[in-house]
């Protein structure tokens, strides 16, 4: 059984005055909830973690530097994202692949520092629209999948975030078809290169557009193991349900 997981990725949104989001996530957790991981700018690290203290709610950061400490000037490394009770980081986002000009050797090398400080990663691959249309899709993702990945991956470490990124805040959303043969895909290829038991364990998540209107269908697709969420984790009252429908599952 994979564990199900509802990621909220905040991007550079949230100032103080957010961490009562946190407090309302807290109180409305269903039953039994999935896991959930909230990844607020670096700036809130420390506060969301106290803020989450004694709640099921884990906090994770949007990115790390390769090197644990030095001369790099406006980074943060996996063992200062450590060091903040944080307990995830997603890495390779394609907003930092894109603006940061990030690699898949430059992911993979931020994984293993982030395995290196005990941090899970949150490791996300996508393609383009263009990608897409050009029907490369698969090719592009078992690429990102096979560059970025290191051999050391276990369903402890390491959690996998298909994200398409003309999906990505835009309102469009592939269809269920689409998704499921990208986590098809991905499932297979996985397991092909760490062998059943790790391919089998590790936990696939889909971003782009989520929502509470189309959570309940998304989630129900065979290898999806839940969600990273962008804007609609920013607000409990849209989160919470996208954590309930995973609940459910
Ligand atoms: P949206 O949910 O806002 O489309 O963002 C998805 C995303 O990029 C999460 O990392």
Not at 55 to 76: K, L, M, N, R
Not at 209 to 238: M, T
Request: hydrophobic share 45%; with cysteine.
């Amino acid at each position: 059984m994979r564990p199900k997981i509802a990621a909220g990725n905040w991007k550079m949104n949230g100032t103080a005055a957010s961490l009562t989001e946190l407090h309302s996530l807290a109180t409305g957790l269903p039953e039994n909830p999935p896991q959930v991981v909230i990844c607020p700018p670096s700036t809130l690290l420390f506060r969301a973690t106290d803020a989450t203290h004694g709640s099921p709610i884990q906090i994770g950061a949007q990115d790390c530097h390769t090197e644990g400490a030095g001369a790099y000037t406006g980074d943060i490394s996996a063992t200062m994202v450590a060091d903040s009770g944080a307990t995830h980081v997603i890495l390779g986002h394609s907003e930092r692949r894109d603006a940061h000009r990030e690699t898949d050797a430059d992911v993979q090398a931020k994984t293993c520092a982030a395995w290196a400080a005990g941090l899970t990663a949150i490791v996300c691959i996508g393609e383009s629209e263009a990608q897409r249309d050009a029907d490369q899709t698969l090719d592009v993702i078992g690429g990102q999948l096979d560059g970025s990945l290191p051999d050391a991956v276990d369903a402890e470490n390491t959690v996998i975030a298909y994200e398409p990124i003309w999906a990505i805040g835009t309102g469009k959303v592939p269809s269920i078809a689409q998704i499921k043969e990208v986590h098809d895909f991905i499932r297979a290829r996985l397991i092909k290169r760490f062998g059943a038991e790790i391919g089998n364990a590790l936990p696939l998540l889909y971003g782009g557009s989520v929502k509470a209107a189309n959570a309940v269908e998304i989630f129900a697709v065979e290898n999806v193991d839940g969600a990273l969420v962008g804007g609609a984790s920013l607000k409990a009252e849209d989160f919470a349900p996208i954590v309930a429908a995973l609940a459910q599952y």
